[in-house]
């Protein structure tokens, strides 16, 4: 599988201030890259797919002038949380998919928890 | 909406017995499963996949069973060791496609020594 490292892994920050997080593909080129938010005894949900050198795709109900995603390489994809709030206190995760034979899997980062005081 | 779901929110388990996590889907358009597990505060682990055109797949210690009659996903552990404690979940998605994947809500699965 795919090795994929997160910086940092965790973070406080004031309420107000902007957050950025680095997801990594350690071991091979990821054109695409996917952003998840996990609320404590929560499932994982997609916020947005990451696309290297084009704009993300968000989901529904996600504000993309509040998440920004940045792919610019095909190792790199960062996620900027802007005005942070209490509400945004939640574990960041990404993935990126690899392709093993005919078949495409997606594998996680470590995660970053943020917590917005 | 569609959704993956999950019978049991917990499982204890004695140390040493096998395992077994359920999983019920919805979306009858879904032709590819994965479980995963994720030890507290970290990221999910993949465990093991498998396809709609099967019925049944093993790995290490692992097997995974899709009944596509009853929509219906099942995580195998043989053997349970005390490392297997963790939150298990089970994922849908269109092999096609696997880039859009779906989770469930996960079932902690807790050993007894």
């Known amino acids: 599988g795919a090795v994929v490292s997160q910086h940092p892994s965790w973070v406080i920050c004031k309420s107000g201030t902007s957050v950025k997080i680095e997801c990594r593909s350690l071991d091979f080129q990821a054109t695409t890259m996917f952003w998840y938010r996990q609320f404590p005894k929560q499932s994982l949900m997609l916020m947005a797919t990451s696309n290297e050198g084009s704009k993300a795709t968000y989901e529904q109900g996600v504000e993309k002038d509040k998440f920004l995603i940045n792919h610019a390489s095909l190792t790199l994809s960062t996620l900027t949380v802007t005005s942070a709030h209490p509400e945004d206190s939640s574990f960041y995760i990404c993935?990126?998919?690899?392709?093993?034979?005919?078949?495409?899997?997606?594998?996680f980062g470590p995660g970053t928890r943020l917590l917005v005081l | 909406g569609e959704s993956v779901g999950l019978h049991l929110p917990t499982l204890s388990v004695q140390e040493g017995d096998n395992s077994i996590i359920n999983c019920a889907y919805s979306n009858s358009a879904s032709d590819y499963f994965i479980w995963y597990k994720q030890e507290s505060g970290k990221g999910p682990q993949f465990i093991i996949d498998i396809r709609s055109n099967m019925d049944k797949r093993q790995g290490q210690r692992v097997t995974v069973l899709l009944n596509k009659t009853v929509k219906h996903l099942s995580l195998q552990i043989a053997a349970t060791q005390p490392g297997d404690s963790a939150v298990y979940f089970c994922a849908e998605g269109l092999y096609s496609s696997a880039s859009k994947i779906i989770f469930g809500s996960g079932t902690r699965l807790s050993i007894r020594p």
């Open positions: 993935s990126v998919m690899s392709s093993s034979g005919r078949e495409e899997t997606q594998y």
